[in-house]
């Protein structure tokens, strides 16, 4: 009985939490539940990840349960990797789904090797990894020496702005973002630089967390996001407001129709999105044709 009344409890206070932040100034912008400045989102998004990035594993296990890395590994299958080609990875810093896109590709590779040498490609395959965060690719870095790929050619770590990106036009053959759109200060600007940089026919994959669709796992969730994962980081991480924060970020993302109609609004076409859990995480892609 004390479970169910802390759900409803809970239940009853986001209504109210989320409405703080409807009445938006034309100069202001979200910070989870809090409406700050638009020039000062980014340095407080970017002291969030500094703060985070020596435990950034440990937050995506208690953000989904550790699940994560089947949606990754679901996620890079959608994109149909090849050797050869430019890719760009945004606000991926630690190199999580880069090595992902980078094994497959070199799999492919070696297939191809033993199948039909005369079919490799002798295109170097280009990775950019490109995350505002500097301690962030410090930590993807690191992980890649940890995995022999220290020396690797095919990954370049890339300092950079998602809302203005210095990749020139039509340059990349495939666009990615994990979990870092809901973090940019205009979703809007991310999307259309993406549509920017992509070549004809490239394809602009999203991974992010966001709307549960049935009713009782939306109750469940909601009280493990707001009660648990808090009060885990600070047991765990010694900092219970940035893990506030990217809990509070999830319930600000648009729903997955409102999102999917944004991307088709930068230029995108076959704009599709798949749930993933019942829709606390969602798949969105997208062409430009």
Same mark, same amino acid.
């Given at each position: 009985?004390?479970?169910?009344?802390?759900?409803?409890?809970?239940?009853?206070?986001?209504?109210?939490?989320?409405?703080?932040?409807?009445?938006?100034?034309?100069?202001?912008?979200?910070?989870?539940? =809090?409406?700050?400045?638009?020039?000062? %989102? #980014?340095?407080?998004?970017?002291?969030?990840?500094?703060?985070?990035? #020596?435990? *950034?594993?440990?937050?995506?296990?208690?953000?989904?349960?550790?699940?994560?890395?089947?949606?990754?590994?679901?996620?890079?299958?959608?994109?149909?990797?090849?050797?050869?080609? =430019?890719?760009?990875?945004?606000?991926?810093?630690?190199?999580?789904?880069?090595?992902?896109?980078?094994? =497959?590709?070199?799999?492919?590779?070696?297939?191809?090797?033993?199948?039909?040498?005369?079919?490799?490609?002798?295109?170097?395959?280009?990775? $950019?990894?490109?995350?505002?965060?500097?301690?962030?690719?410090?930590?993807? &870095? =690191?992980?890649?020496?940890?995995?022999?790929?220290?020396?690797?050619?095919?990954?370049?770590?890339?300092?950079?702005?998602?809302?203005?990106?210095?990749?020139?036009?039509?340059?990349?053959?495939?666009?990615?973002?994990?979990?870092?759109?809901?973090?940019?200060?205009?979703?809007?600007?991310?999307?259309?630089?993406?549509?920017?940089?992509? %070549?004809?026919?490239?394809?602009?994959?999203?991974?992010?967390? #966001?709307?549960?669709?049935?009713?009782?796992? &939306?109750?469940? *969730?909601?009280? $493990?996001?707001?009660?648990?994962?808090?009060?885990?980081?600070?047991?765990?991480?010694?900092?219970?407001?940035?893990?506030?924060?990217?809990?509070?970020?999830?319930?600000?993302?648009?729903?997955?129709?409102?999102?999917?109609?944004?991307?088709?609004?930068?230029?995108?076409?076959?704009?599709?999105?798949?749930?993933?859990?019942?829709?606390?995480?969602?798949?969105?892609?997208?062409?430009?044709?």
């Amino acid at each position: 009985m004390a479970f169910l009344t802390s759900v409803r409890n809970l239940r009853s206070k986001l209504p109210s939490m989320l409405a703080r932040t409807c009445l938006v100034h034309s100069h202001s912008t979200s910070f989870g539940f =809090k409406e700050v400045p638009e020039e000062e %989102k #980014s340095k407080m998004v970017g002291n969030v990840f500094s703060s985070v990035a #020596s435990n *950034y594993d440990l937050m995506n296990d208690l953000m989904s349960g550790g699940m994560h890395r089947l949606w990754k590994d679901r996620f890079v299958s959608e994109l149909t990797p090849f050797p050869g080609m =430019k890719h760009l990875d945004v606000a991926g810093g630690t190199g999580d789904v880069a090595f992902r896109i980078l094994e =497959k590709i070199n799999s492919i590779s070696r297939r191809a090797l033993t199948n039909d040498p005369a079919e490799v490609l002798n295109d170097e395959t280009q990775i $950019y990894i490109c995350d505002i965060n500097p301690n962030m690719l410090n930590v993807g &870095k =690191k992980r890649a020496v940890e995995r022999g790929l220290g020396e690797s050619r095919s990954l370049k770590w890339v300092e950079g702005d998602a809302e203005a990106l210095t990749f020139e036009d039509n340059s990349m053959d495939g666009y990615t973002i994990a979990f870092g759109i809901r973090n940019v200060t205009h979703i809007e600007k991310a999307l259309a630089e993406a549509y920017r940089v992509l %070549k004809r026919g490239g394809r602009f994959l999203c991974l992010e967390f #966001s709307r549960v669709d049935i009713p009782i796992l &939306k109750e469940l *969730y909601d009280l $493990y996001s707001f009660s648990v994962i808090p009060a885990v980081g600070e047991l765990v991480a010694g900092d219970r407001e940035s893990y506030q924060y990217l809990v509070e970020s999830i319930r600000r993302f648009p729903p997955q129709d409102k999102f999917a109609a944004m991307i088709a609004d930068a230029g995108f076409q076959k704009v599709q999105y798949e749930n993933l859990v019942a829709g606390a995480v969602a798949i969105h892609s997208g062409l430009k044709i």
